[in-house]
């Protein structure tokens, strides 16, 4: 429970401090930030594992373990995991169609919205450069006079998402 | 036993999805995590601490702790493994790299992407989802959210404004 705890903890703190520094400063770069945040707050992590009593002092022994390495790994773990689940849930809030449809729907509560009507509250040109921007940036992509090709990391990543949906038969998705 | 629980998993998983046309394929996947977590606990309760072969250092801890760690991870997993499954079937970035490449000069303009994938059809895909999930109820032509579908609104809408995120999607 020691290692348990301590990454509870350890996250808790990441996550105020995320939450406060978004809060109030404007981030260019989100995922860099989180990713600092996070690697930044696993220095807690020791001195929090340190800090709470040994589970055969506090905790019954079927829930007590040794405050060995793999407590302390499983601890890190567990922040590592919680982060991993967090950072999906902000990249959802922030990029997902589905959620700005929810919302666009919620501010027609009454009548609600047709496709059409819906169509026109995005603008595709703004979507799609957004999301070729940061394909870019990120090294999947080149862009040369308007013209976007794969790199080969690009198409490493694609030959291995189109096995995977051939695997699944999930379609061409999107 | 979490990772080796997290394997028979990803085994049946492939293997029904190869199998059966699922309509509604996530949830098919929660219920074989679910079938197999369930499996795990009743192993884990079967079987010896050091499972015949684990040194006994690694053995020691209490069986609840144990338990709790071992779902834990196992819940963990499928959770990034769920991550990854949607990046996969959904990701729209995803989808615009597979037309690039599948395109016959292996390179497109941004309207090109937009005129192979709509955003029509980008949206229409979404709403589907959601009249399947019940976050959306379509009346007529029109669609509503459910009050499912209002809370993840507020809660999204109130995350988006309080990291500034920006209006997103």
């Given at each position: 429970m020691q290692g348990l705890l301590a990454g509870l903890l350890t996250f808790s703190v990441y996550f105020v401090m995320q939450a406060v520094v978004f809060h109030w400063i404007t981030i260019a770069r989100r995922a860099v930030v989180l990713v600092g945040l996070w690697l930044l707050c696993l220095?807690?992590?020791?001195?929090l594992f340190r800090w709470i009593p040994e589970d055969d002092v506090i905790w019954p022994p079927p829930l007590a373990a040794p405050s060995d390495a793999v407590t302390f790994l499983?601890?890190?773990?567990?922040y590592f995991f919680l982060f991993m689940g967090y950072a999906q849930f902000v990249y959802m809030a922030e990029s997902s169609v589905g959620v700005r449809t929810?919302?666009?729907?919620?501010?027609e509560p009454e009548n609600g919205l047709?496709?059409?009507e819906l169509t026109h509250r995005y603008r595709y040109d703004w979507m799609l450069d957004r999301r070729l921007k940061r394909l870019v940036h990120s090294g999947y992509l080149v862009e040369d006079s308007g013209w976007y090709r794969t790199t080969t990391r690009g198409r490493i990543v694609v030959a291995i998402f189109s096995w995977c949906k051939g695997l699944l038969r999930l379609g061409p998705g999107g | 036993m979490a990772v080796a629980g997290f394997g028979l998993f990803l085994v049946a998983h492939v293997a029904i999805f190869r199998l059966i046309e699922l309509e509604r394929r996530f949830r098919a996947m929660v219920r074989i995590m679910m079938a197999v977590g369930c499996t795990l606990l009743i192993v884990h309760?079967?079987?010896?601490?050091?499972?015949?072969?684990l040194p006994h250092e690694y053995t020691t801890a209490g069986w609840a702790v144990d338990l709790l760690n071992g779902l834990l991870a196992y819940g963990f997993l499928f959770i990034g493994y769920s991550m990854f499954y949607f990046l996969v079937d959904r990701g729209f970035s995803a989808r615009m790299m597979i037309e690039i490449e599948s395109s016959p000069k292996r390179r497109l303009q941004a309207c090109d992407i937009a005129a192979r994938y709509s955003l029509e059809m980008v949206l229409q895909r979404r709403l589907t989802e959601m009249l399947e999930i019940g976050r959306i109820v379509r009346r007529d032509s029109r669609y509503c959210n459910t009050g499912k579908g209002r809370v993840a609104a507020i809660m999204f809408a109130?995350?988006?404004?309080?990291?500034?995120?920006?209006?997103?999607?």
């Open positions: 220095s807690v992590y020791a001195p499983s601890g890190i773990l567990l929810l919302i666009e729907l919620h501010a047709t496709l059409k | 309760r079967m079987t010896v601490p050091d499972l015949g072969f109130f995350v988006k404004r309080f990291l500034q995120l920006g209006k997103g999607g």
